[in-house]
């Protein structure tokens, strides 16, 4: 059975399906999933009923209308669709996009932080490497690790769970990374980083467990409701009309896409059927396209032409008009730093039109010793004041005290949880040792924390 999946295109995203999610893209459509281009704007509830997943990677610079949120919501959880919501560092402050006012529906929201780890990465902080999958959930099964890129954390609202944690030495700690929903028939899963399905980057699609980490993803989405739905025939098939709006998305040929057909318009042709106006739409759209994409670079090229470079260089060098007055020729001494010669703004022997920089001020055109000896004659040493080491104020010490106590009891809940799962025998033991050696590790760390603060206090 095939899944269709529908990556939003109307919100500007930072992930494009054609262009840097392309690896993502073949990897879904060889393992049970049809990839599409999700066109349609305003989204609702009808234009969703032929697909299982809708996916927004980041947006950009563009806001989903509350119109749009309603519908969606409607379709998760009446029609049982799976949404996949993936931001960026900053969250949605730092995108400028409200994906949150969309995933509040569902007992969650995106942190406007970035997750750093200077111990536990791959090269540079914000590229943690993430090991707590707590509690087991069919995402994280058979992952043992993976990068989280340039990611922002979660907060649980409602009746949403993290399933993905940072590290106990990442900032911030122990926060929520992966955050899944099952609001009546759907499923919603939301994650703070796009960039780990992003092509040919570290820490991006190649990366060890993340193809691993990706086809649990989709799977998981597909609901069973969905499932009934389609094995009772009850899903729509995507129409032609679709098509044009959604378009699916493989390796395109050239010879036959719209993108290059061009069409003579002719106001006296006669259109017959719908579809062939969506089409002639759509051709008339990517023209435009392409001619607005064509503008906007030969604007770049125009900017960064050498005959601006040249006018910039001109205006400067109107500023600079007196020529630079040399500093005495002195004999230093074997024992003395020879002065430092003055140094253009500008290398005359590649621009010989530029002129030099003005003259010193008369005060400072004299001997450097002179100078010098004035200087030490005037000037006395600066003290050294040493800064108090400024304490934490006490209400400070017990919100976080508050705090950390509060993740000790929510780590003691989630070792019940594991210990139940395993005695009932839904976990085996090589991954219930795991998860017990982590979370025992993690209320040894936040037991080590509060005794600190209690001190300080």
Same mark, same amino acid.
């Given at each position: 059975?095939t ?11 930072r992930?494009?399906?054609d262009e840097?999610f ?12 049809k990839?599409?281009?999700?066109l ?6 009808p234009?969703l009923?032929?697909?299982?997943v809708?996916?927004?990677v980041?947006?950009?610079f563009s806001?989903i209308?509350p119109?749009?949120i309603s ?8 029609d ?14 730092g ?5 949150s006012?969309l995933s509040?529906n569902?007992g969650m929201?995106f942190e ?12 540079m902080?914000?590229m ?5 999958f707590?509690?087991p959930?069919?995402i994280?099964?058979?992952?043992s ?9 979660l907060?649980v609202?409602?009746?949403a769970?993290s399933?993905?944690s940072?590290?106990d030495?990442?900032?911030p700690?122990s926060s ?15 994650i ?10 570290g820490c991006?699609f ?9 086809f ?13 739905l ?6 729509p098939e995507?129409t032609?009309?679709?098509v ?6 493989e390796?395109p =040929?050239?010879e036959?896409? %719209?993108?290059?057909r +061009?069409?003579? *318009?002719?106001?006296?042709? /006669?259109?017959?059927? @719908? !579809? $062939?106006?969506?089409?002639l739409?759509k051709?008339f ?13 030969l ?5 960064a032409?050498?005959d601006?470079i040249?006018?910039l260089?001109e205006?400067l060098?109107?500023?600079y ?5 040399e ?5 230093t ?8 010669q ?11 039109t530029?002129?030099?920089l003005p003259p ?12 010098? =000896?004035?200087?030490?004659? %005037?000037?006395?040493? +600066?003290?050294? *004041?040493s800064?108090?080491v /400024?304490?934490?104020k @006490? !209400? $400070?010490l017990l919100?976080?005290?508050?705090s950390?106590e509060?993740k000790?009891?929510s ?13 009932a ?6 991954s ?6 982590q979370?025992k590790?993690?209320?040894?760390k ?5 005794d ?6």
């Amino acid at each position: 059975m095939t899944y269709n999946v529908a990556f939003d295109v109307a919100h500007k995203p930072r992930g494009r399906l054609d262009e840097n999610f392309t690896e993502l893209k073949d990897f879904l459509n060889s393992n049970g999933f049809k990839c599409y281009n999700f066109l349609e704007a305003p989204i609702t509830q009808p234009s969703l009923k032929s697909y299982d997943v809708l996916v927004f990677v980041c947006p950009d610079f563009s806001k989903i209308s509350p119109l749009e949120i309603s519908e969606i919501n409607n379709w998760v959880r009446e029609d049982g669709g799976g949404l996949l919501l993936l931001s960026h560092a900053g969250g949605d402050r730092g995108r400028n996009s409200n994906l949150s006012e969309l995933s509040q529906n569902f007992g969650m929201s995106f942190e406007n932080d970035q997750v750093l780890d200077e111990t536990y990465n791959l090269g540079m902080e914000n590229m943690p490497v993430i090991t707590a999958f707590i509690p087991p959930h069919p995402i994280t099964n058979g992952i043992s690790s993976f990068c989280f890129r340039s990611g922002c954390s979660l907060m649980v609202l409602g009746n949403a769970i993290s399933i993905v944690s940072s590290n106990d030495t990442s900032e911030p700690f122990s926060s929520p990374l992966i955050c899944v929903s099952e609001p009546d028939n759907g499923r919603v899963c939301a994650i703070g980083s796009y960039e780990i399905f992003r092509d040919k980057i570290g820490c991006g699609f190649n990366s060890d467990d993340h193809p691993s980490l990706a086809f649990n993803i989709f799977n998981w989405l597909v609901s069973e409701h969905r499932l009934d739905l389609r094995e009772n025939g009850k899903i729509p098939e995507i129409t032609s009309q679709q098509v044009n709006s959604s378009q699916y998305s493989e390796t395109p =040929s050239y010879e036959q896409s %719209t993108e290059n057909r +061009k069409v003579d *318009i002719d106001f006296s042709m /006669k259109i017959s059927r @719908k !579809s $062939e106006l969506f089409e002639l739409l759509k051709i008339f759209q990517n023209q435009i396209n392409t001619i607005k994409s064509t503008i906007d670079k030969l604007i770049m090229s125009a900017e960064a032409s050498e005959d601006e470079i040249v006018e910039l260089r001109e205006n400067l060098t109107s500023l600079y008009t007196s020529p630079i007055i040399e500093p005495p020729v002195l004999e230093t001494p074997p024992t003395q730093i020879p002065s430092p010669q003055p140094v253009s703004i500008f290398d005359e022997q590649t621009d010989p039109t530029l002129t030099q920089l003005p003259p010193k001020p008369v005060d400072l055109q004299s001997n450097p010793s002179d100078i010098f =000896s004035r200087l030490n004659r %005037t000037q006395k040493p +600066k003290k050294v *004041i040493s800064q108090p080491v /400024k304490k934490p104020k @006490k !209400s $400070e010490l017990l919100s976080q005290k508050s705090s950390l106590e509060n993740k000790l009891n929510s780590v003691k809940n989630l070792l019940d949880f594991v210990e139940k799962k395993h005695d009932a025998g839904e976990l085996d033991d090589v991954s219930y040792t795991k998860r017990l050696k982590q979370l025992k590790n993690d209320i040894k760390k936040t037991q080590n924390k509060i005794d600190e603060v209690n001190k300080l206090l």
